[in-house]
């Protein structure tokens, strides 16, 4: 029992000492020294936590800045033929070569309800704070052109019928300002004859359900596409008469209701997709076909146009060449483009919708391909409400026929916000580009 007596406790009282005064006192003194002894104890503990702490925090900074740069690559890991580098766009680096997004093929797809009808060569605007997705004119499963507009509620997944567009419309461009629609371009009709391109511009007034007329175009753009950025409308390329190639671009001013044309750009191009990316016109994709073979001329090209200083700038080729997808801008800086046609076995007859789905951070110059759209389609249309993606209707597989079939399918894209790694291979072939089926995807 004696080894069990601390020995800065008082002396043990007497067995026979009955004094209940003198017996709470010596209890009290046990306490107190007790107390201080716990307190001394978790004392030492939070030190010794607090100098932990300090020192992962240290080495966490210094391998952040190891993976950040990558200027000491070897030694960073224990195989020397793989690193890891976050926030860099750059494609080739001590030796090794860009092998792609850690969180390649991220997210999914989940359906919502169908459009009212099938629905393809469509536009879709979303509006926020409102959480609302206008969907705009397009063709139906008999090769007719709407004039149609729908508003989706993205919280209530509901479709309203609301004030119909002037004229038919389809494969014509359309961007939001200030809680305007504009619809630029296109064909009034589904005849490939020139009588069927429009030069009208078309503007919807959100907040009064109401639509007017603006000043027409100066060219017809066919199969165009269309952004707003810095407070003007932009349209770009597209099919003039007899479906030639175009690479012209024009500017609306809402102020002056004028249009206006800036420098043109480096790639003509139909069938190809726009967005107000970064304070800049960013187009992409579309079809090209000089020589008229009739191949499989779609195209992977990224440009931007900075309405500043005028001026082009060749941007990173998506991963997949393509047209007709939905194009769409995420929170953070993102593009991400979905579907899109191609060609099968080189044959302009043989016309297949893409699953594939792929994001372009901003920040770091790079495309990350993403979970596969379940749905493929082309002469789709997406936008974003609330931070949310969703694609709306389409085309489908189209062999040999002028009236390719059409679906009413929507879907929405969820994912969460992965921190941005990339690998960095040596002596691999794998990249974001590997093909991951043989089937066209």
Known sequence: ????????????????????????????????????????????????????????????????????????????????NVAFASRTGRKNLNGLTYGGSLFRGSGFWAMKPRLPYNLADHAAIGVDPDELIFIIGGSLVDGNVTSDVWKYDTVFRNYTKVAPMPEPRYRFGAALLDKKIYVVGGRNSSSPENIALVKSTLIYDIAKNEWSRGTDQIDFHGDTCAASVNGKIYVAGGYGFDYNFLNSVEVYDPAKNQWSKVPNMPTPRGDLMCVSFMNELYVLGGYYDPTNK????????????????????????????????????????????????????????????????????????????????????????????????????????????????????????????????????????????????????
């Open 294 to 441: 009739g191949g499989n001329a779609f195209l992977a090209a990224m440009e931007s146009f900075n309405p500043t200083t005028g001026q082009w700038t060749k941007r990173p080729d998506m991963l997949t060449p393509r047209g007709d997808a939905a194009a769409l801008v995420l929170p953070g800086n993102k593009l991400m483009i979905v579907g899109g046609e191609g060609h099968y076995r080189e044959k302009d007859i043989f016309k297949y919708p893409k699953h594939v789905n792929e994001v372009f951070y901003g920040d770091d110059q790079t495309w990350v391909q993403k979970a596969m759209i379940p749905t493929p389609r082309f002469r789709t249309a997406g936008a974003v409400a609330g931070g949310v993606a969703f694609v709306f209707g389409g085309a489908d597989v189209c062999i040999a026929v002028d009236i390719c079939p059409v679906q009413n399918t929507t879907e929405t894209f969820l994912d969460v916000d992965h921190p941005r790694v990339y690998l960095y291979l040596k002596n691999e072939a794998y990249n974001d580009n590997s093909e991951s089926t043989t089937y066209p995807v």
């Open 1 to 80: 029992m004696n080894s069990m007596i601390n020995k800065d406790d008082p002396p043990p009282l007497p067995l026979d000492h009955r004094d209940p005064i003198v017996a709470i006192q010596f209890e009290l003194k046990r306490l107190r020294r007790s107390s201080v002894r716990l307190r001394r104890a978790l004392l030492g503990l939070s030190a010794a936590f607090l100098a932990l702490a300090v020192i992962v925090a240290a080495i966490a900074g210094l391998q952040g800045t190891k993976i950040s740069s990558l200027d000491d690559r070897q030694g960073l890991i224990s195989n020397p």
